[in-house]
C-alpha cells in the first residue's frame, strides 16, 4: 500500500472509531435517532456541497448516475445510520463497535455477488468462521429483551457497510468523490428532517451533546467520507474495510475512558476472535501450485490492462 493508503487507512481507523461514543452521548441526552442522523447528515452536506457545485457538473453528474448513486445513499446512509443510532440506545457502545468489525467478514461473501472469483481458500473460510464465532461470543449475552432487536439493527449496518462500498466501486468510480457524498448526505438530510422536527428537543442540549453532534457531522461524516471514498479508489472495496479492524479497539477504549463501560473477559474474547478472523478472511488468496504469473508490461500492469481512471483522478 502506498504511503497515500497508510494515511487514509489510518485517518479511518481513527474517524470511524469515535461514532459510538458521540452516537451514545446523543441518544442518551436524549434525542431521538432521526435528530442525530438529520443533523449528522445535514452538517455533512453544508459542509460539502458547496465544493462539489464549485468544481462543476454537478448537475450531469446526478442526472447520469442517480441510480447507482440512490442506491449507495440508501445502502451506506440512510437504512444503516438510523439502525445503528436507534440500536445504541440499548447497546454501549462498546458492543456497536465491536460488532461492526464484522463487516470485512461479510464483504468477503457479498463480494462474490459481484463479480469477485477469487478462489476462497481454507485459509478465508477459517476467518470466516473465526469471525462469525466472535460476532456469536459477543451477541449472546444480549439475546433477552430489547437487546434482540438491536442486534437485529446492527446486522443490517453491517450489511449495509459492506455492500456499498461494491456498489461504489462497479458503478461509481468515475463519479468525483465530493459530487457522490454531498448529494448522498442532502438527500438523506431531506428524508429525516420531518422526523427530526417532530422530535426536536424542547430545551437546547447540553454543550457535551452540541460537541457530539458537531463532531459527527463534521469529523465522522464530511471528512471520514472523502478519506473513504478517496481509499476505496486507491485499495479497492473490499480490503478499503478492513480499517475496520483498528475501529473496535477505538470504541471501546473511548467508552472505558468517557463513558466507564465495562471490560468484561467477553468482549476481550470476541475483539480477538473478530479481529483474526478480519484478518484471515480479507486476505490475498495463496497462489496455486504451478500456476505461472502473469506477464507484465514495464508499466507493471497486465497485458491489455488499462488505468482505473478513477484511481487517476483520485491520485
Known sequence: MTARG?????????????PYLMIKVAVDAPLSPSMVVFTRCALGAALLLPFAIR???????????????????CIEIIGPWWTLTDAERHLSSSTAGLLIAG??????????????TERLGVRRAIGLGLGLTGVGVLTVPHLTGG???????VLVTVIGYATAPLIA???LKDVPTLQLIAPCLALAALVYAPAAAVTWPSTMPTPSVLAALATLGVVCTAVA???FLELIKEVGPTRATVFTYVNPAVAVAAGAIFLDERLTAGIVAAFTLILAGSVLAT????????????LRNPSGEPPGARPDRGEARAR
Open 6 to 18: 497508510w494515511f487514509l487507512f489510518s485517518l479511518m481507523g481513527v474517524v470511524w472509531g469515535i
Open 55 to 73: 468544481q462543476g457538473g454537478l448537475p450531469t453528474t446526478v442526472r447520469t448516475h442517480w441510480r447507482p448513486m440512490l442506491a449507495f445513499a
Open 103 to 116: 463487516v470485512p467478514i461479510v464483504g468477503v461473501a457479498l463480494a462474490r455477488f459481484f463479480g469477485d
Open 147 to 153: 437487546d434482540a432487536r438491536s442486534l437485529a439493527e
Open 169 to 171: 466501486a462497479r458503478y
Open 225 to 227: 467520507f472523502v478519506a
Open 283 to 294: 486476505s490475498a488468496a495463496a497462489p496455486r501450485q504451478g500456476a505461472r504469473p502473469a
